[in-house]
């Protein structure tokens, strides 16, 4: 069966440092791969796109890699602040390009 | 640019109560809207997809008599939730995209509406 798998336990990290966001995949065969950030209570807000022949993508402390062998994608915050803290989701499309498939988010608390 | 608005935000009535959710795209126009139902906790799981114009598509499992969707302009879809029950309680959240409903764009989503049945 598909599965997209995030990390449940939630992420705790000191300001200053790097977060590591892990989303694995199975039985999958996405074009893209997309990551959202969801605040409590709020819907979610896109915040990179990356597609099966790019390895990394990046926007200013974000940084995103796809590596369609490992069926994984990794999610890098560097020099995290409080305001980083959320819920990080990762979505795949039906290769087809039609939807999205929402994997069940990590929880990054970064502390002061 | 792209802001999708979504309404009400919040919304408690009684059992068997109709309620009707708007989702608005603001400054572009959406062939294509997502309506998502969110739990605790959980992931977001789509509910169907509304296409302007003609009949929405619903996931397996989605009750389409339960859950009405009308798409009626490029900028307006509604999601009725008829004769709601308790089970019903949970967040509605709605998304559109300006180029298609491809995965190669991001989704603008809307901030949810929480339902909350008596």
């Known amino acids: 069966s598909q599965k997209i798998e995030q990390n449940s336990e939630a992420l705790n990290i000191q300001e200053g440092k790097t977060a590591t966001l892990t989303c694995n995949y199975t039985?999958?065969?996405?074009?893209?791969l997309q990551w959202y950030r969801q605040d409590p209570g709020r819907g979610p807000v896109f915040l990179l796109l990356i597609r099966e022949n790019e390895k990394e993508k990046r926007k200013e402390r974000l940084k995103v890699t796809f590596d369609t062998t490992l069926k994984q994608s990794l999610f890098h915050i560097t020099a995290s602040q409080p305001a980083d803290s959320a819920t990080y989701l990762c979505?795949?499309?039906?290769?087809?390009?039609?939807?999205?498939?929402f994997g069940g988010g990590t929880r990054l608390m970064v502390k002061p | 640019g792209a802001v999708v608005s979504q309404h009400p935000s919040r919304v408690i009535c009684k059992s068997g109560t109709s309620v009707k959710i708007e989702c608005r795209s603001l400054d572009f126009q959406a062939t294509t809207m997502f309506w998502y139902r969110q739990f605790p906790k959980q992931s977001l799981m789509l509910m169907a997809t509304?296409?302007?114009?003609?009949?929405?598509?619903?996931e397996q499992g989605v009750e389409k008599d339960k859950f009405l969707i009308n798409h009626a302009s490029l900028t307006l879809s509604t999601l009725t939730v008829t004769s709601a029950h308790p089970e019903d309680s949970s967040f509605y959240i709605c998304s559109a995209s300006d180029s298609g409903p491809w995965g190669n764009q991001p989704q603008h989503f809307g901030d949810g509406t929480r339902l909350s049945i008596l």
């Open positions: 039985n999958y065969s996405p074009a893209y």
């Open positions: 509304s296409n302007e114009g003609s009949k929405a598509t619903y």
């Open positions: 979505a795949l499309d039906d290769n087809a390009g039609n939807m999205l498939t």
